[in-house]
């Protein structure tokens, strides 16, 4: 249920695929393997990550797909050198700006099979992205998703339009990027990004008239 204690110090990739982990801390990594740039833990049922793993490594790749994750980890610490990440088939339903924007070196992302409904703008947050998996997710086909055709290699189902009606059974490679930016989003959220500034805005207001009715 633990990643083992007797792996080699020297060790460059390791394979903990199919086995019965339930968690990752930073004492599983931290400061002890610091030639470690690939990392494989695919279908365990691991469903939490400390914050600050992986100190001391060079991860360049970790796999967590099949498992139980409900939130995005923390990379933080392999944040110069993490070029890949595959998330597929967890329980992850929403990523926020913060969760991804300091992974300026990331070119794969592979979210295939999660729940997701919000999604920032990963084409802006994340510079170097090339590769994004999204496979088994369908999404409103709108303005806020428009920018998904600025990813390089977009993998998605061939149609993954829940909405609008007139789209459902359209190839989205036959929807280009104008139409989507033309198209107001009328469902959930997909593209968080877009609902920031009017929540800030309006707590401004919130807090202004509160202000106001404090002083009568």
């Known amino acids: 249920t ?28 931290n400061d002890k393997y610091p030639a470690l740039y690939g990392l494989y833990l695919t279908r365990n049922k691991i469903s939490s990550m400390e914050s600050g793993c992986f100190k ?3 991860l360049q790749s970790i796999f967590i797909g099949y498992n139980l994750l409900d939130y995005f980890p923390d990379f933080r610490e392999v944040k110069t050198t993490l070029r890949g990440i595959g998330l597929k088939q967890n329980r992850i339903s929403v990523i926020k700006r913060e969760d991804v924007s300091y ?25 170097s992205l090339t590769w994004l998996g999204l496979l088994e997710i369908s999404f409103e ?9 600025e990813i390089l290699f977009l ?10 009606p007139s789209w459902t059974k359209v190839q989205f490679s036959m929807i280009n990027k104008t139409q989507l930016e033309e198209t107001d989003c009328q469902g959930e959220c997909f593209n968080l990004d ?10 401004l207001y919130l807090a202004f008239r509160l202000c106001l009715i404090k002083r009568r």
């Not at 300026?104 to 994340?126: E, F, H």
Request: with cysteine; glycine share 4%; hydrophobic share 35%.
């Open 56 to 58: 001391g490594t060079v």
């Open 155 to 164: 993998r998605i189902d061939s149609t993954p339009c829940h909405s609008p």
């Open 2 to 29: 633990e990643v083992p204690g007797d792996i080699r110090t020297n060790v460059t990739s390791l394979y903990l695929t199919n086995n019965q982990i339930t968690g990752i801390s930073k004492q599983d990594f």
């Open 194 to 203: 877009q609902w920031v500034l009017p929540f800030i805005l309006l707590n």
């Open 103 to 127: 992974l300026a070196s990331l070119q794969s992302l592979y979210l295939d099979g999660n729940p997701v409904t919000c999604l920032p703008d990963l084409s802006q947050t994340l510079p």
């Open 141 to 149: 086909c709108c303005d806020r998703t428009a920018w998904m055709k």
